[in-house]
T-cell receptor
Framework: SQTIHQWPATLVQPVGSPLSLECTVE??????LYWYRQAAGRGLQLLFY??????ISSEVPQNLSASRPQDRQFILSSKKLLLSDSGFYLC???????????FGSGTRLTVV | AQSVSQHNHHVILSEAASLELGCNYS??????LFWYVQYPGQHLQLLLK??????LVKGIKGFEAEFIKSKFSFNLRKPSVQWSDTAEYFC??????????FGAGTRLTVKP
């Protein structure tokens, strides 16, 4: 069966510090991978998606970047965090366009 | 641009009341439609999905949704809610590309 792992679960970082959130999928190959941010009252905002190794599409220009160094690994990064980067970040994967997503457990990021 | 609107931000119902959560999308082509649910402290889970066929879709836990193409809507319904249905509900649309757009979410509170 397929599983998705996302870590860390919670993170408190100072403004200006770097960020690296990791997401890995097991039990499948060539998944579509996604990073979403969930902000209170604003629902789920798509940040990045990837359909293959090294292929990243960015939806919202901002202080974050994503990379896919391996088929089942998706990393969300920032060189210098801003207060506005605080939020709940969700990784998700799916196989084909008609299937729903499977979400990771999320990372609660607080920038102080 | 493709968008998803959930007009009810917070709905409060008593147990046994009927539920209908609105979802409208703006895309003229073929769409795949989803409802996700996030119970307090839990992951996002797929509630139901529509991609073709009968526009009335049955999901888990007694939920159903009806796709009305002419109205660009995919409203979620349940005849009789329970306290355990308290959660946040997200409508999502995939329009054949590789990403999925989510609505802002509707928080449902069911009073026992």
């Amino acid at each position: 069966s397929q599983t998705i792992h996302q870590w860390p679960a919670t993170l408190v970082q100072p403004v200006g510090s770097p960020l690296s959130l990791e997401c890995t999928v097991e039990g499948t190959s060539n998944p579509n991978l996604y990073w979403y941010r969930q902000a209170a009252g604003r629902g789920l905002q798509l940040l990045f998606y990837s359909v293959g190794i090294g292929q990243i599409s960015s939806e919202v220009p901002q202080n974050l970047s994503a990379s896919r160094p391996q088929d089942r690994q998706f990393i969300l990064s920032s060189k210098k965090l801003l207060l506005s980067d605080s939020g709940f970040y969700l990784c998700a994967w799916r196989r084909t366009g008609i299937e729903g997503y499977t979400f990771g457990s999320g990372t609660r990021l607080t920038v102080v | 641009a493709q968008s998803v609107s959930q007009h009810n931000h917070h709905v409060i119902l008593s147990e046994a009341a009927s539920l209908e959560l609105g979802c409208n999308y703006s895309y003229g082509g073929t769409v795949n439609l989803f409802w996700y649910v996030q119970y307090p402290g839990q992951h996002l889970q797929l509630l139901l999905k529509y991609f073709s066929g009968d526009p009335l879709v049955k999901g888990i836990k007694g939920f159903e949704a009806e796709f009305i193409k002419s109205k660009f809507s995919f409203n979620l319904r349940k005849p009789s809610v329970q306290w355990s249905d308290t959660a946040e509900y997200f409508c999502a649309v995939n329009a054949g590309n590789n990403d999925m757009r989510f609505g802002a979410g509707t928080r449902l509170t069911v009073k026992p």
